[in-house]
């Protein structure tokens, strides 16, 4: 099983990354490259304050949608389920939104005249409407 493999199976996934600097990043796998840079949805910092451990206190920090550079990931594990929210996996990893939810994701929908296209079956997917 490859790296990627292994990895397309967290997107969607509420996920722990721990990095550099003492500190984690919680928040659900949008998308990832073979750099290993991440892109967290929903994320929250985690840092821990403190010079000793027993005087460490732990500090949140709500991020949103953030790019995390691979280089500084240390570990990386799941914590949770995909969120049944209509989001589904698309080309490369990367998270589209359910046809049947939404529109479309700006450029990376094609407008038909039927609806968007979608890239995996690059037919014209029902239900969607081109947006302006």
Do not use: C, W, Y
Request: charged residues 20%; glycine residues 10%.
């Amino acid at each position: 099983m490859s790296a990627k493999s292994r990895f397309e199976a967290f997107v969607n996934h509420r996920v722990r990354v721990a990095v550099h600097g003492n500190r984690e990043m919680v928040g659900t796998l949008m998308a990832f490259d073979q750099h290993l840079n991440l892109v967290l949805n929903d994320a929250e910092e985690i840092r821990k304050v403190g010079k000793r451990a027993d005087d460490a206190r732990t500090e949140k920090r709500a991020l949103g949608m953030i790019i995390l550079r691979g280089e500084e990931v240390i570990h990386f594990h799941s914590e949770g389920s995909p969120a049944s929210t209509g989001v589904r996996t698309g080309i490369l990893g990367v998270a589209q939104a359910d046809p049947a939810a939404s529109a479309g994701l700006g450029r990376a929908s094609t407008a038909t005249a039927g609806g968007f296209l979608s890239a995996a079956t690059n037919k014209a997917v029902p239900g969607t409407v081109p947006s302006s």
